[in-house]
């Protein structure tokens, strides 16, 4: 299970003013925290208008620090990460790179393409993403499924080897319920898919809920995704106790206490879609999560 530090949002504060002063403090010591909290990689969030030269600061600067340490260039441009990975290539900066993400209907298009051949030539991988198929009404988890592998057949086609990432729609569950167990769903139709590992923005979950719940919440799910079949999960690190109840939902470590044991059964009974069991009676706001979550 690859652990995604998501907290590297370089286009909001604190982080956008070092950015715009290209100032590495901040950055350099929010990462090496994300790192000691148990964040396997680091998703560096330039936002949907994110440009190529700032993603190649974030990258070279945290490269030379955290040597080996994956990093996501995260921006919502195919043509704005395409030239990231260029320019990456062009100044050096070493492996391992993820771009984040190629939409699948957009595999095809001049602009998917150009981020294909991007990647072969910086030795990068991608995060494929179907959101774009999801509006304006929900598609079922069969039809995005479908899609994902039609948009890696494409990156194939295009010379791209390399596994690919494939998001699997993490929606609230305070906002969109059948979302949010389609999600679910999907990990599970995708699990086992040969160069595909299925991947969920754990932090999702919590918008909408109120304050206290939201914890619970990305606790409760990043369990199911887990056991439903995830390969990576992008989560706030930060969180107490999410890390180690990941750990304990994926078989990486002997849960340790009732929270921990819960995340494990949660885990187990959302391999196939079972009832999840209830939650610890200490803990009413996991039970109030788990309601909301699975119903």
């Excluded at 990647?119 to 499924?145: I, Y």
């Amino acid at each position: 299970m690859l652990l995604i530090g998501q907290s590297l949002e370089l286009h909001r504060a604190p982080l956008r003013a070092a950015l715009a002063a290209r100032d590495p403090g901040p950055l350099l010591a929010n990462a090496r925290a994300q790192r000691t909290l148990g964040a396997d990689a680091l998703d560096l969030g330039a936002g949907v208008d994110g440009a190529a030269l700032d993603l190649l600061w974030a990258a070279a600067t945290l490269r030379v620090a955290l040597p080996g340490v994956p990093l996501l260039l995260d921006a919502g441009r195919p043509a704005a990460l395409a030239s990231a990975l260029d320019l990456c290539e062009r100044d050096g900066v070493a492996g391992p790179l993820v771009a984040n993400a190629l939409p699948v209907d957009e595999a095809r298009t001049t602009a998917g393409e150009a981020l294909l051949r991007a990647a072969v030539r910086a030795q990068a991988t991608l995060v494929l993403s179907p959101r774009a198929l999801d509006d304006p009404k929900r598609a079922e988890a069969d039809r995005l499924a479908e899609a994902c592998r039609e948009a890696l057949a494409a990156a194939r086609t295009a010379g791209f080897t390399r596994e690919c990432y494939v998001d699997s729609l993490a929606y609230p569950p305070a906002l969109d319920a059948a979302r949010a167990r389609r999600s679910l769903a999907l990990l599970r139709l995708l699990r086992g898919t040969h160069g595909v590992v299925p991947l969920v923005a754990v932090g999702n979950v919590g918008h909408g809920a109120p304050h206290e719940l939201r914890p619970a919440l990305r606790l409760a799910y990043a369990a199911a995704a887990c056991g439903a079949g995830a390969g990576a999960l992008l989560l706030p690190v930060e969180q107490p106790g999410l890390v180690a109840a990941v750990r304990a939902a994926s078989g990486a470590s002997a849960p340790s206490g009732a929270l921990e044991t819960w995340a494990r059964a949660v885990a187990e009974a959302s391999a196939t879609g079972a009832r999840v069991p209830p939650a610890p009676q200490a803990r009413p706001a996991l039970a109030a999560a788990a309601r909301l979550l699975f119903g």
